[in-house]
Every structure is written in C-alpha cells, then in structure tokens.
C-alpha cells in the first residue's frame, strides 16, 4: 500500500522557468494561475447540502511564513494547511455515511483504510499520528500532473483498488475523522507536480492573498453554495446543560431530549471563523414573561470555532408550557450581519 503520508506540510519552494512569449510575460506580471493548458474543474467531494449540513471550516494557507492567511486575506486557515476543509455538524452525522466524492475523472493513485475514527484533539495525540495525519483515503491522478488527495475518511468505507479509472462523483468512501482530525471532515488537496494548489484561485501558495480567482478550479456550483464569508453561524438550538464544544463535535446536544421537568433551560449558537472584534446577541422569549438576553464582549481574536450561550435554572417544579422563541445575531462594527432563530415547544 503506497502512503498517503499526511496533510498539514507547507508545499516546496519552485522557480518558474522563464517563457519568452507576451502572454507569459502578460501572466506572470498578473499572477496567473500555475499552468497556461487547460486545468482540471473540480466537484464538491462529498455529499451534502452546502449551508445547511456541510461547511467550509479551512482553507488553504497561501502564507509561506509562520502566519495563516487564506486566499481572500482572511485567517480562516492555520499555519502550513494544505487543503480546504468540508466539515460535517458532528461525528454522529457520519453514521448516516455521508459519501466522499472523486472530484474529477482520474485513475486511483494510493489508498489507506484501517485507521480507526478518533478525535485528535490533544497536542500527544497529534504527535502520535506524525506521518500518518490524512488518516484513511485516497489519492486519484488527473493526469497532466493535477492530483487530488482525500483524507479523514471513516474506517473500513474506502472503496477501489490501485489504477482503477474512477468518474467525476464516484464514490470513493464515507466521511469520517481518521487521522488528525478534530471534527469530522473531508480534507481535500489539490497538487500539480507536487505543488499544493489552492483550488479557489488556481494558484500557489506562494502567490500573495487576494490575487483573484481567474484560476478557480472549482465547478461554478461549488463558487456559488460556498461564497467566503468571515464569521458563518452552524448550529443554533436548545439544551438542557452548558453547552461544550466537544459534546457538539460529538453530537450528544439535543433539543428533542427536552421537557418541563429539565433542570436547566439553555439557547446556544455555533459559529465557524468569527474575527476580531465581532460580538454576538442572544435572546428568549417564552410563555408566562419568560424573558433571557445576553451580549457577549468583543472578541479579543478571531475564533475558529465559538460556542456562545445564554440560559436560566428550573425555579419551580417545571418550566411553563408553551412556545420559546430563541433568537441570535451576529454583530460586526455596530452592524448586526445576520440573524437567526430558534423555536422549542414543552408541551403540557
């Protein structure tokens, strides 16, 4: 089995040979994308609703320094990231066995499966994956030297042999969280000739943010459901104890587990790659006056990933039934940018 090796390296320095031609000249004065023949479009590589129960947590990091920076300028990336994150909401999710997609038609390069689902959460645990940090997946030639790598995939879904022809969509297995992976994801890279390739722009990494998208590899599709956006609410709903990030990486908060007997009341809100500065508002209201509001302080620092909540203890015997109407905003520079609510009935 040829090694799928891991997904966190910084991509080699190169040297463009010089072309003598005008549009070469034209091209590298714009930073165009790294070959001038044709490049490969890629496909969304999982299946999923874009929005709703998938998202883009990482992106590419175009820095070759020890910063993060994406390819809009923005740090929704960490340091030495080679590919683009497409997360799931939890680790449940993935026992609906959600499938992870070939990107484009090619030939089945290198495979790994056995690996087992574990969240790589502790600085050890990561340590102990050096080396093996893709976890379970698959590499697929696209010929012309473009490459795409799968990683993270669930234990024992990997499907196909090495040399095997694959189509655009073909299943190659389920998503999953092998290898280092603290959620659940498809990590997936985009090479040519061994350079990592940010698939929103068609360029290196070594290409300075906000050089545009004139060499997006993406379908248009892809483009449209995931337009890049600084601060994106994931989850929002009701629970019956403080909410942890880990228990909703993990998917053991549920609203439908709530009654009038419940100890505690709490309205929570998900969010994915807030920036500094940004605060956010919640708010309940629910039958006999019920009333909860709260407004977190600015954030000191962007925020990968931030769990916000507001809630009140039982005061009687049980919680009034009835409507309870939860509401979140998310406010940058005195703006409020998005609103979204929440309902949970108790019923008598």
């Known amino acids: 089995m040829q090694s799928l090796g891991g997904c966190t390296r910084k991509g080699r320095n190169f040297r463009l040979k010089p072309v003598l031609t005008l549009p070469a000249i034209l091209c590298l004065l714009a930073a165009c994308p790294v070959a001038f023949a044709k490049m490969p479009q890629f496909s969304l590589p999982l299946d999923c609703e874009p929005g ?18 994406d390819y809009a300028c923005g740090a929704a990336t960490f340091n030495g990231h080679k590919g683009t994150d497409f997360r799931l909401l939890s680790t449940a999710v993935t026992q609906k066995n959600i499938e992870v997609r070939a990107a484009a038609a090619g030939v089945i390069k290198a495979m790994r499966d056995g690996m087992p689902d574990v969240l790589a959460r502790s600085p050890a645990q990561r340590r102990a994956l050096a080396g093996r940090e893709c976890g379970n997946g698959v590499v697929i030639d696209h010929g012309d030297g473009w490459e795409t790598q799968y990683c993270h995939l669930k234990r024992g879904s990997v499907q196909g042999t090495k040399g095997e022809n694959v189509k655009r969509g073909a299943k190659l297995g389920f998503v999953g969280y092998s290898g280092q992976a603290a959620f659940a994801h498809v990590h997936i890279a985009v090479r040519h ?12 990494p070594e290409n300075s943010c906000g050089s545009g998208t004139l060499g997006g590899l993406w379908t248009k599709d892809v483009v449209q459901e995931f337009p890049y956006r600084k601060g994106v609410l994931i989850e929002v709903g009701f629970a019956d104890r403080p909410v942890k990030t ?10 439908s587990g709530l009654d009038r007997q419940a100890p505690i009341l709490i309205f929570y809100g998900r969010f994915i790659n807030l920036v500094k500065g940004d605060r956010i508002h919640l708010e309940v209201n629910g039958p006999s006056g019920f009333s909860l509001s709260n407004e977190s302080p600015a954030l000191a620092k962007r925020k990968a990933h931030y769990v916000v909540y507001v809630g009140r203890k039982r005061r009687g015997n049980s919680w009034p039934a009835g409507s309870y109407q939860g509401s979140i905003q998310l406010i940058r520079d005195g703006k409020v940018l998005m609103t979204q609510s929440a309902e949970l009935i108790l019923e008598e």
Do not use: H, M, W
């Not at 709703?52 to 920076?69: G, H, K, L, R, W």
């Open 193 to 204: 000739k061994g350079r990592i390739i940010d698939p929103f722009t068609g360029l290196s």
């Open 52 to 69: 709703n129960t998938c998202f883009i947590q990482q992106y590419v990091d175009i820095d070759p320094s020890d910063q993060a920076i």
């Open 246 to 255: 880990i228990d909703l990486e993990r998917g053991s908060i549920a609203s």
